[in-house]
T-cell receptor, first 110, second 112 residues
Framework: GEDVEQSLFLSVREGDSSVINCTYT??????LYWYKQEPGAGLQLLTY?????DMKQDQRLTVLLNKKDKHLSLRIADTQTGDSAIYFC??????????FGAGTRLTVKP | EAQVTQNPRYLITVTGKKLTVTCSQN?????MSWYRQDPGLGLRQIYY???????DKGDVPEGYKVSRKEKRNFPLILESPSPNQTSLYFC???????????FGAGTRLSVL
């Protein structure tokens, strides 16, 4: 099974908040990452959080980390059509390899 | 501009015809890797390289080869492509293993 799990689809209305959830398995991961993949493009680093933090906010993005439950979430406030993309959660495993979830496809409806 | 460049972006080929997908980075990164992306499976690592002349298998290496003769280049070689290698391929690089990875734009390969 996958080490990093995410739901595959999320649909929201423009202006609403989006919350993308992720569970991971390797508690030794120093950082946890969110990547964004726009149509026809590669993955771009969106944000990351250090494992000793509970929350990180960057403009419209809020990352929440619950280490006890190994749960990571990405909240996008005031979601816009330009936020439509696939979002990948990633951890660093104990071999120092980056492990990705299957990606959550976010669709923003006008 | 710092970037990872893959070529070609799109490729259609036939079973058994050898092909190479090139990858080059201009950030002097030590670590490079190849992934394939398939629907519902996310990214799976094919091969990685921690430095020049140092390569190792990832999770799905069967049917692929790589080489790392220079720091900036990490080509992916399919000696005898098969239809199950139809996929979207990404090259990535990072300063060292376990660090933030920077991705190329992807190569969409179809093997008929």
């Amino acid at each position: 099974g996958e080490d990093v799990e995410q739901s595959l689809f999320l649909s929201v209305r423009e202006g609403d908040s989006s919350v993308i959830n992720c569970t991971y398995t390797d508690s030794s991961s120093t950082y946890l990452y969110w990547y964004k993949q726009e149509p026809g493009a590669g993955l771009q680093l969106l944000t990351y959080i250090f494992s000793n933090m509970d929350m990180k906010q960057d403009q419209r993005l809020t990352v929440l980390l619950n280490k006890k439950d190994k749960h990571l979430s990405l909240r996008i406030a005031d979601t816009q059509t330009g936020d439509s993309a696939i979002y990948f959660c990633a951890e660093i495993d104990n071999n120092n390899d980056m492990r990705f979830g299957a990606g959550t496809r976010l669709t923003v409806k006008p | 501009e710092a970037q990872v460049t893959q070529n070609p972006r799109y490729l259609i080929t036939v079973t058994g015809k050898k092909l190479t997908v090139t990858c080059s980075q201009n950030m002097n990164h030590e670590y490079m890797s190849w992934y394939r992306q398939d629907p519902g499976l996310g990214l799976r690592q094919i091969y990685y390289s921690m430095n020049v002349e140092v390569t190792d298998k990832g999770d799905v290496p069967e049917g692929y080869k790589v080489s790392r003769k220079e720091k900036r280049n990490f080509p992916l070689i399919l000696e005898s492509p098969s239809p199950n290698q139809t996929s979207l391929y990404f090259c990535a690089s990072s300063l060292y293993r376990g660090n933030i990875q920077y991705f190329g734009a992807g190569t969409r390969l179809s093997v008929l």
